[in-house]
């Protein structure tokens, strides 16, 4: 059997057929263009399965359902995004509109706990608690405990990004100040590497932005490793304010697996050593067994899978 996964973001639609254990069969992606009607989107996602069925010469009746991973406040049992700031959307039918355009089951699901649940099923299933963040143009992140996505009581629990490190801080584009998300997301990297560029003329950064052609969230890093003071001061500050936030999730949680996803994770090791240093030294938990704390593997198909997931466990009553 198979299932569509369809992940929705800001910048652009990915869509993948996945088998019943979770393995991808193909995917690809079409730009969002967001800030259109939500029913265009929609009717985007529901053509990029068509296109996907056609390239792997699987017929749409051999896909049993698929499964939406939207941003924002997401109504999983209605099919409603209640809310998504950066879609414009606000009390949108996404399910019922998706059946107009492709007549298959189909069910919906938070995008950070859809990549939270696909990272989850593909490489700690078993584990009784997981936490998975991306660190992406926000901070995104999803809890899975028993099995199951902790959503709270009415299913828009664990913003994992919005918790506050720093009293009276950053603006967040929540609207509090001091929000991880405004300390530790790649936006926030750049923000602050364009700060260091002001203060330091004579930085790497600068000749190294010039060859990108922008500021990016590789920047610092790659100025860092050619042992630019400048930048070093950058990447290490910046690890110190992911560490707080994992920090502040195992002492919360204390999970057994900690993920780390988005586009900063591939950094591996270079990020993993200095965070797993600060949270052993800040973790209040002393005498007990401790968080595992990785890489996540899936990266950029977390959230296709764990979208095909979702619907794959919903249509089976799972």
């Known amino acids: ?9 800001g910048t652009n639609i990915a869509a993948g057929i ?34 996907l069925a ?32 950066n879609l414009n959307m606000c009390h949108a039918d996404v399910a019922g509109e998706f059946r107009k355009n492709l007549d298959i089951p189909v069910y919906i699901e938070n995008d950070a706990n859809a990549a939270a649940l696909g990272e989850y099923e593909m490489n700690a299933k078993g584990s009784k608690s997981f936490v998975f963040i991306t660190l992406g143009t926000g901070i995104g992140g999803g809890v899975i405990i028993n099995g199951e996505i902790f959503k709270g009581f009415n299913g828009v629990g664990a913003e994992l990004g919005h918790t506050v490190i720093n009293v009276g801080g950053e603006r967040c584009t ?4 001091g929000c991880w998300e405004a300390y530790a997301s790649v936006t926030a990297l750049i923000r602050q590497t364009k700060a260091a560029m002001e203060q330091h003329k004579d930085s790497l950064m600068h000749s190294i932005a010039e060859k990108e052609g922008k500021v990016s969230g590789l920047t610092s890093f790659l100025a860092a490793k050619q042992g630019d003071e400048a930048a070093m001061e950058v990447v290490s500050q910046y690890f110190e304010y992911i560490a707080e936030g994992v920090t502040n999730l195992v002492n919360i949680f204390q999970p057994e697996i900690l993920a780390i996803g988005g586009s900063i994770s591939k950094e591996g090791e270079y990020l993993l050593k200095p965070v797993k240093a600060f949270v052993e030294k800040n973790d209040f938990n002393r005498y007990m067994p401790k968080a595992k704390i990785e890489i996540a593997k899936l990266f950029g198909d977390a959230g296709i899978i764990g979208a095909a997931i979702a619907a794959r466990n919903a249509h089976n009553g799972r």
């Open 18 to 51: 996945v088998d019943e254990s979770g393995k991808m069969i193909d995917s690809m992606s079409v730009p969002t263009n967001a800030g259109r009607d939500f029913r265009d989107i929609v009717k985007d996602m529901a053509e990029l399965v068509k296109k």
């Open 174 to 177: 929540c609207g509090r100040k």
């Open 54 to 85: 056609d390239k792997t010469g699987i017929p749409i009746s051999d896909i049993e359902a698929a499964g939406i991973g939207c941003p924002g406040s997401i109504d999983s049992e209605r099919g409603i995004c209640e809310y998504s700031n």
């Open 1 to 9: 059997m198979y299932y569509a996964g369809i992940d929705l973001g």
